[in-house]
Every structure is written in structure tokens, then in C-alpha cells.
């Protein structure tokens, strides 16, 4: 029970090729350009070749595939930095709140600067570039452009258009999709039941325990009663024997008196 509302039970979302396949999701890849998918086609992989039979080939700029992906049970294939920019373009916070991106990856694409050979900016750029990824700085400058220049632009279009209802979506306050006591409801459900269940059982034991004690206290009553009635027998049997006894030493005590009367009489005669 403690590890029910601990760790709830989520469902389980494929986060490599392998477990995409082996799922009920539908994929879309978003083909920009062919070296991708002609990497993907002419792969000998299994999960590859499997991939390339199953997916769907959407073409533009991808955002059909992402919507699908926020509706149902909807995996995407594309380059990172285009889904990038297509969340924050186009997409709430709620709905951005629900992609969930795989570690997986594959088919990585390097991009540098190309600059003219001899050109006195190549130092001072290799070097600038060479402090800033140490400490993630294009990660945070990239989140900053994605804020300002897409994110913000793109509420304020929606406040000019009147689509509050993007907006309300996009309200912490109105609707989150943060864990909340809702999505671990089935817990406390589980909960109260066994509470209940325990209640019976211990009512159970309660009345048993005292059905049992009173049989008990009637049993030995019971005893009691018996053991009364065999002292009570035992008196009367010795009480019966004494006065039998009795009795036949009164009757021993006649007949020894009669004879001596009759001894004397006799002797009485004879004188």
C-alpha cells in the first residue's frame, strides 16, 4: 500500500526503438530532407527495417505529427531541435507538458561554423565556443531565445486572435498536469477497503472471543452445578448409612434385653 502511493502505477512508455516496436504505438516520422530516412531504409537492423514498414511519412513541418502525439498514443520521429522550436511555436503549456523525449537518438547530425580559410575570427570563435560548453551555456541561451522571441510572441498573437481557450490551457492556476491527488485516487480506494475488511475481521474476532468466553463461563457452571450435586449425593448416601447404622444397633439392643428378661424370668422360676 505504502509503495502504491509512493510510485503509482504509470504507464510504461517506450523510450528506445526496441521498446517503440514492441509497442501499441503508431509512429510518424517527420522527414526533413531524405538522409535520415534513406539512413533508416537501408539499415539491416531489425528494429529499423521494422520501423520503416510501420511508420508514417509526414512531410512540412512536422507539427500534424506533434498534435498527435499530445492526443494519443502518437510517437514521433524527427531532428531535436526542430520539435524544439514546434513546442514552443505552436503548443500550450499543458499540451509541451505532455511530450515526454526519449534518450535514445540516433543518425546524430554535428553542426559547426564554416568560415574561410585563414580568417582572423576562426581563434576567437573556436575559443569563445570552447568556453561556453563546459557550462551549458548554448543550452540556456537557446531556452532564452525559444522564451522571448517564440514562446511570448506567440501568447500575445493569441491574446490579439482571442484564443483564450490555448490560454486557459496554458494557466498553472486553472489546469496543471502535475501529479496531483486525482491520478493516485485508486490508492486511497484501496485503502478504504482494506480498512473496512480489517473492521469486519476484527468485529469477527470480538464476538467470537466473547461467544467463546460465555460458552466457557456456561461450561463451568455447568461443572460447577454437576460437582455440587455429586457432594450433595454423598452426603445423603453416608447420611442414610449412619442412620442404618443406627438402627440396627437399637435393634441389636432390644433383642439383647429381651433375652436377659427372659434369663431372669427363667432363673426367677427356677428358684
Not at 498534435?67 to 513546442?87: D, G, P, Q
Not at 477497503?193 to 467463546?212: D, K, M, N, R, S
Request: glycine share 6%; aromatic share 12%; net charge positive.
Amino acid at each position: 500500500m505504502v509503495s502504491l502511493l509512493t510510485f503509482p502505477v504509470l504507464e510504461q512508455l517506450p523510450l528506445t526503438f526496441e521498446q517503440l516496436v514492441a509497442s501499441d504505438y503508431q509512429v510518424g516520422f517527420i522527414k526533413h530532407g531524405d538522409s535520415a530516412y534513406n539512413m533508416l531504409k537501408a539499415s539491416t537492423d531489425k528494429v529499423y527495417v521494422t520501423l520503416v514498414k510501420e511508420m508514417e511519412i509526414i512531410t512540412g513541418n512536422g507539427l500534424e505529427c506533434v498534435e498527435r502525439a499530445v492526443a494519443k498514443k502518437y510517437a514521433c520521429i524527427a531532428y531535436a531541435f526542430s520539435t524544439i522550436y514546434l513546442k514552443a511555436r505552436n503548443l500550450s503549456d499543458s499540451d509541451i507538458r505532455k511530450l515526454v523525449f526519449a534518450p535514445e537518438s540516433t543518425y546524430c547530425v554535428f553542426v559547426g561554423l564554416t568560415l574561410e580559410g585563414g580568417s582572423i575570427y576562426k581563434e576567437g570563435f573556436e575559443r569563445w565556443l570552447g568556453w561556453t560548453i563546459p557550462f551549458h551555456l548554448a543550452d540556456l541561451w537557446e531556452e532564452q531565445d525559444m522564451y522571448y522571441n517564440v514562446r511570448l510572441p506567440k501568447r500575445a498573437w493569441w491574446l490579439a486572435t482571442n484564443q483564450t481557450d490555448k490560454l486557459k490551457h496554458s494557466d498553472f492556476f486553472a489546469e496543471s498536469d502535475d501529479l496531483t491527488l486525482k491520478h493516485i485516487s485508486g490508492a486511497f480506494y484501496a485503502l478504504g477497503g482494506c480498512l473496512l475488511i480489517c473492521a469486519g475481521v476484527f468485529v469477527q474476532e470480538l464476538v467470537t472471543y466473547y461467544w467463546g468466553r460465555k460458552i466457557q463461563q456456561g461450561l463451568t457452571w455447568v461443572r460447577l452445578k454437576v460437582r455440587f450435586r455429586r457432594k450433595v449425593k454423598m452426603k445423603n448416601l453416608t447420611v442414610v448409612r449412619l442412620v442404618n447404622s443406627s438402627n440396627r444397633c437399637d435393634k441389636v439392643g432390644k433383642t439383647e434385653s429381651i433375652e436377659m428378661r427372659a434369663q431372669i424370668a427363667l432363673f426367677s422360676r427356677k428358684i
